[in-house]
């Protein structure tokens, strides 16, 4: 094995560095094998291959099974040539014995980020910056590359609402299946979008508290303040105030507050001792 920087030797004592926290950044195919095992000698020159042609795209971790018995009881290892691909630290493919190239490159390729997904990555990188203007644009071109890259699509809403444009966000989550694992993340943001929206009637905390405190049935100025408290994540607040609007008129606005409520369950988790508590209240409300 020549000396190269995509290729690297890994032992017992480097395998945690070199392998399991590396993939954390990059696909890290591990390849297990022995100087006396002739399938090895076929297969890893094509791994060596192919690690140089990807150029970085996934790095080639070596493990000499005779010199790294332990490693190779702790993966399972029961033949050789034995290749194994780690991403985020855990093993997400594997085969055994020589392959051809075609079918080594295949295997490496089906693991390997799409297009999209490395730009949805460039915009998380440029999004965690502040860099938002940037980060829309590769969130924008990761989407032309898969329309239905669903993690884009959230993150591109998400970067809209950070830059004021809650109507562009909005159109675009509600784009996102509900059966989608970035489903609930989407609901979530349109229900930012709707404080935002509901709260636009509140100019300012003390005028909607104050109009209460001179018409507290003034259920406007109360389903203001409550979406004004939301989009602070003052949630306790706004759960009392939305609740106080379902004790008064439980039919306001179509059930905008027990929707809203509903909303803020769904942000916080149904296992938070908010959502439990005031979920109960709302129960008791609607079905006392």
Known sequence: MGTSPYVVEVNEHTFAQDVLAQSHDVLVVVDFWAPWCGPC????????????EYG????????NTDENPN????????G??????FLNGRVVGEFVGAQPKAMVKRFIDNLLPSPADDKYAEGQRLESQGLLEQAEAAYRAALELDPDHWG???????????QNRPDEAEALLRRVPEGAPEGSDARRLVAQVEFQRAAAGCPDEATCRQRLA???DDLD????????LATQERYTEALDEFLEIVRRDRTYKEGAARRAML??????????????EYRAKLAMFLYA
């Not at 000698?41 to 192919?50: S, Y």
């Not at 970085?56 to 493990?63: E, H, M, T, W, Y």
């Not at 100025?221 to 004004?228: D, E, I, Q, V, W």
């Open 80 to 85: 050789i040539p034995a290749v194994k691909a």
């Open 152 to 162: 884009a699509v959230v993150a591109l809403g998400r970067v809209l609402l950070a």
């Open 41 to 52: 000698r076929m297969l890893g020159p094509i791994l060596e291959q192919l690690a140089e």
């Open 263 to 276: 909303s803020i369950f769904e942000t916080l988790g149904d296992d938070h001792p908010v959502t439990q």
């Open 71 to 78: 490693l190779a009881m702790r993966y399972g290892v029961q």
């Open 214 to 216: 001179e018409n507290p």
């Open 221 to 228: 100025a109360r389903y203001s303040l409550a979406s004004l």
């Open 56 to 63: 970085g795209r996934f790095i080639l971790a070596k493990v």
